[in-house]
C-alpha cells in the first residue's frame, strides 16, 4: 500500500515565525502536491512538483515556498508565519501525469498560527 | 478554467438505504475523475478511479459511473450503514497531473 506520512499532525506557531511541513512517500511517485484545505474554500493547491528540484506554482503560493531535494521528501517552508496562514495542510503524491494518476494523501497537518 | 461542483453539500439518509452523490464539472478534457473519502480532522481516503475512457468502477459497495461529454460523475453506495458517514469529495484530473477538486458532499447515514 502506498503510504504518505507528514511530520506533524498539529503544530502551533507564533505569527513571523518560519515554519517547516515535510511530507514523505514511499512509493516511488514523480508528482507531489501541497494542498491547504479551508471551510467553504475547499482544496486549494498551493504548489506542486514533478521531479527532484523540479516544482511549479499551484493557485495559492504567496506566503509559501518548497523544497524538493529528495524523490520521497517535499517540503512545504511558511517564510514568516501569519495568521491567515492557520489551515489544514494536506500533502499528496501520484505517478506521472497522464491517463493513471492516482492521488494519495497523507494523514495532514493542522497549522494553527498565533 | 475548470470548474467541479458537488450537490447536495450535505445528505442525511437512514441506514439501508441506497443512496447517489453527484458531481458536475466543466471542462470534459479529462484525464481521471477520482472520489474520496475524507474523516472529520483527516486526510483523504482514495475509494475509486475512472479513467476518461472508462464509463464506471465498482468497489465493493461503491459504484462510480462518469459521463464526460456530460460533464458529470455519480457516486453510488449500496446499503449504507453508519460507518459511511464521512464527506465524499471528487477530483478531475486534467494535464500535468494537476487536479480540481468539489467542495464534497457531507453524508450522514443514521442507525
Known amino acids: 500500500d502506498v503510504k504518505v506520512t507528514q511530520s506533524s499532525r498539529y503544530l502551533v506557531k507564533r505569527t513571523g515565525e518560519k515554519v517547516f511541513l515535510e511530507c514523505v512517500q514511499d512509493m516511488d511517485h514523480e508528482n507531489m502536491f501541497w494542498y491547504r484545505q479551508d471551510p467553504g474554500l475547499g482544496l486549494r493547491l498551493i504548489y506542486f512538483s514533478y521531479d527532484v528540484k523540479m516544482k511549479e506554482k499551484g493557485d495559492i503560493p504567496e506566503g509559501y515556498s518548497v523544497s524538493r531535494e529528495k524523490k520521497e521528501r517535499f517540503s512545504l517552508i511558511l517564510e514568516s508565519a501569519s495568521t491567515n496562514q492557520t489551515s489544514m495542510y494536506l500533502c499528496a503524491s501520484s505517478f506521472p501525469s497522464g491517463w493513471y494518476n492516482e492521488q494519495f494523501f497523507g494523514p495532514g497537518t493542522r497549522l494553527t498560527v498565533l | 478554467k475548470q470548474e467541479v461542483t458537488q450537490i447536495p453539500a450535505a445528505l442525511s439518509v437512514p441506514e439501508g438505504e441506497n443512496l447517489v452523490l453527484n458531481c458536475s464539472f466543466t471542462d470534459s478534457a479529462i484525464y481521471n475523475l477520482q472520489w474520496f473519502r475524507q474523516d472529520p480532522g483527516k486526510g483523504l481516503t482514495s475509494l475509486l478511479l475512472?479513467?476518461?475512457?472508462?464509463r464506471e468502477q465498482t468497489s465493493g459497495r461503491l459504484n462510480a459511473s462518469l459521463d464526460k461529454s456530460s460533464g458529470r460523475s455519480t457516486l453510488y453506495i449500496a446499503a449504507s450503514q453508519p460507518g459511511d458517514s464521512a464527506t465524499y469529495l471528487c477530483a478531475v484530473a486534467g494535464n500535468a497531473g494537476k487536479s480540481t477538486f468539489g467542495d464534497g458532499t457531507t453524508l450522514t447515514v443514521k442507525p
Open positions: 475512472i479513467q476518461s475512457s472508462q
